[in-house]
């Protein structure tokens, strides 16, 4: 199954945010854009971890370090799952 991507300007829509926040997340490294033909693309993990970030700091008034805490352990949390569910004791 082919990866889905967005360019800026659907991310814009379905996001409810501006370029210029999204430049801002890039800048801070929170979303990482791939580049094809010299065109930022947006992975649909890229687009939720816009929508994450946008919800925190517009919505719940959490600033860029803290959505930047929030979004580095959601992608944690991602990787340790199937670790954890390992490493659980089997239920009786």
């Known amino acids: 199954m082919a990866r889905k991507y967005l360019r800026i300007t659907e991310v814009v829509k379905v996001c409810g945010v ?22 930022k693309l947006y992975s649909l993990d890229q687009v939720n971890r816009v929508r994450v970030a946008r919800l925190l700091i517009e919505e719940m008034g959490v600033n860029l370090e803290g959505a930047e805490v929030v979004l580095h352990a959601r992608a944690n949390d991602r990787h340790a799952a199937p670790v954890q569910r390992t490493l659980a004791p089997a239920p009786p």
């Open 18 to 39: 501006d370029q210029e926040f999204i430049n801002q997340l890039e800048r801070e490294s929170l979303i990482r854009p791939t580049v094809r033909q010299r065109q």
